[in-house]
């Protein structure tokens, strides 16, 4: 074994109405069955969270960033503990993305040329070198099931030049990125895959040409990136559906970034696979909880003696346990167990979010399930949305 | 029944060298089994922990603070919630302080007089007055098994006279409170208990006098206050000893505000029984890990690397599952996790080392634990203590 299996999807169903597409694929850390979100652990941890509770909340796959993991708690730390498996203690699969991102939207002092991106610690201002080939030396001392190649991100909208420009790099980068990754082995005796990602802004061509380059490249699954970054809901997408029509049946579709309830169902209706984003955790530790019939702001006075739960037909350990009543009290006093609570809940949320579009894309009644959820979701949201 | 139903601490051993004792008492939600110590749930949860974490830990009593509970959430929710137990949902024993304490320590703008003590709200700035009798009436409302009459409390060293003018408006509302409480049912169907607190400064006549003033009015059990507020530990062991002398057998003693390990242990050899503090949860936010061999502060670069257990004969949750160097991690980049896993650590620590006290004292052999556990807890003391 070379250490690099390539990774096969199983599509299990394919819905009528939709582009929907429910299936599996497996990792050196158990298999993932889609539609799936994956939770944001920053730096090694889905903040407020220990790994037995992530799971009880249904999470079974999630995000590491590569760019904060290697600045804290560094390359050094996580070889000596053998990968960010043994170091935070969850045993699921972990993708890592490959840092592209963060120094996109962290550092104004970023300095990107054909071999790679100079960029400043956001900790101490220190200046660091990422080359897509250091960038996947740096996932395999972290060991991540799927890590991303590095891409160039850039924000929409951008003109048609700096599209094309950020396109044709992505892809030389994926050329390098993939040739070395074949060159190696992995560090901790299992098996690593690796992602390519589209690029082209919301050029339609670009767009084409990207996917097409990045499959004659040929990856173990393929990631949508530069969306979510300024461009509307439309504009998204129409890029995403034109992206799934090209990417190969057989390999898994990862839509970054994205995003709140509605969008997740845009995107799994146009054959997105898997999702990641930071609302559920963000929007958690500022009070907002996500619900069935819309959000919910804990902090509004409305809930100061509520003593029903957070949501009535939610089964996670916050909505078991406690009332909004007794979290309006831990976010007007500013106790930690609120921001827990409510990331349990509302990570919990979106995994059975997935879960219920997985059934109903096995059953033939995605577009129903959607139609019903999203006017569940908007006709009760609370005022102010 | 009158729902006052007078408390018996019920002695299982003394220790024939020391004074310490084994005993254990009945509250209306459940048994304490003595020594013991209180986690600080200030607004009504002990930071960080779920109520099932803290029972995890070995908390088998906990105390709220009847100020900030007063402040927020407020006797409205709390009466609608149907007491504290509901609403935070730790379903064992809970003590509540007074107010007095955070009267002193939390308002310059106090203002004392015969009748009570007027303050000023550190939230929002608003003036309230705390009466003995409103006290008392605040503590049926959050429903606590055991309430604590209001007090004064002064800073040591404080001069003879001021120690003596606090020392018998004490006792006035001492006789106030308990004449208010025995006229008074509960709210919620379950008996609540009542303690008196000593206080007296550092002043051996003065103490005696607050003791046997106390005892004389009657109450369910009996404080020591105003000690672990500026004294060195010499003088606070002369002064709990003072009291434990001539407090009676039966009830329970409770030494309030302290302490430190080897505070704790003092205390016990002193004959006290109950315990709170502040140390065990408000050190792990600080990154300070109390163990057998002395303390950790995981900060420190040296834990970088080091993948053992905080403590390594230590079973708690955090100890059984993560490592040093993960913990140093969480506490350099911030992350909440870290803070709740050093909580559990402490509040474990500090109730296992009650459990192990308690052992000893009924096996005679208290005084050779208390000196094989200050030998080991001191010699190995991390440099900088």
Redesign the interface.
Known sequence: MRGNEEMEFLLEASDSATRARAGRFRTAHGVVETPQFMPVGT???V????PAELWEAGARIILGNTY?LYL??GL??LQ??GGLHR???WNGPILTDSGGFQIYSLNDLRQVNQEGVEFRSHWDGSTHFFSPERVVDIQRVIGSDIMMVLDQCIANPSDEAAARQAHLLTLDWAQRSREHFLRQKPLYGFPQLQFGIVQGGVYDHLRKESVRELVAIGFDGYAIGGLAVGEDARTRNRMTELCTDLLPENRVRYLMGVGKPEDLLDAIARGVDIFDCVIPTRNARNGWAFTRTGKVVIRNARY??D?APLSADCRCFCCT???R??L???F??K???G??LLTIHNVHFFLSLMRQARRHILDGTFQDFQNRFLESYFTHQEKGR
Do not use: C, D, I, Q
């Open positions: 730096v090694g941890t903040k407020t969270l220990t904060h804290r708690p050094e730390v000596a503990a170091f935070n203690g100061r003696s003593f346990h406690f009332t009543a007794y309006h009290h831990l007007r006093v106790e930690m167990l921001y827990r």
